[in-house]
C-alpha cells in the first residue's frame, strides 16, 4: 500500500492510506491521540513496577517510541512486543521525525527501534526491551498470561474488521494477566460487548480530540 505524509492538528505527523481511506492516527493530533489512549490511559493506568506490554499494530512506531521515553524517564522495566503484518519502509517512516518532538536522544531511540531486527528480543534502552514480531494477528499464537497492558492500535473497524473479530479478543484476553489492561481507541458498542464476552471488565472514557469516547478494559 502506498502511504502519504499528512500534517494533524499538534503538529505532528501521520500516514494518509488511499486504498482503506484511513490515517494511521487521528489527523485531530497524532501525538496527542497516542499519549492519551495509550501512554496515559494504558501503560500509567498499570501500577507494575515491571510491566510487559503488547502492541497490536507497530505501524510507524509512534506508541512504542514514547512508551520507550516514558520508560526510561520513570526508571520503569519494560518489555514491549508489538505485532504487524505490513511493516513500513524505514524511509517514510524517518520521515515523520517523530523523535525531533522531543529531542536529539529521542531521535536516535526512534531509528534504533525501525532499525531493530524482528522477531528477536532487542534491548533497546536500560529500561526498554523490543520484540517486533512480523506476522497475522489472525493466526498468531500468543503466550498465556504474560502481558500486563494491550494496545489495540489496528486500523478502525470497518477498515480491518478481520482483526475485530470475538476469537481474537478470546485470545488477547488469555495472553493477559491478571489485572492488565486493554486500551483502545475506539468505542463502539459491538467492541465493548465484545471484549467484556471475553473477559474484560470494560469502562468508556473521554476520547482524544475528535472523539467523544474510547475504551479501557481490565482482566481479572
Known sequence: MKHQ????????KTLYVPELNE???SVNGALTESEYVFLKNG??????NRVSVFEVGFGTGLNALLTALKADELKRHTTYTSIEKYPLEAREVMELEYGNLFSDSASKLFENLHTAPWNKKVKISEFF?????????????FEQKAYD??????????KQPELWKPEIFDRLAAACRSGATFVTYSAKGVIRRQLIASGFEMERLPGPPGKRQMLRGMRF
Open 5 to 12: 505524509i499528512i500534517s494533524t492538528a499538534d503538529g505532528s
Open 23 to 25: 490515517q494511521y492516527h
Open 43 to 48: 501503560y500509567l493506568h498499570h501500577q507494575a
Open 129 to 141: 526491551t523490543l520484540q517486533k514480531i512480523k506476522a497475522d494477528l489472525s493466526t498468531y499464537q
Open 149 to 158: 497492558v494491550i494496545y489495540f492500535d489496528a486500523f478502525a473497524p470497518d
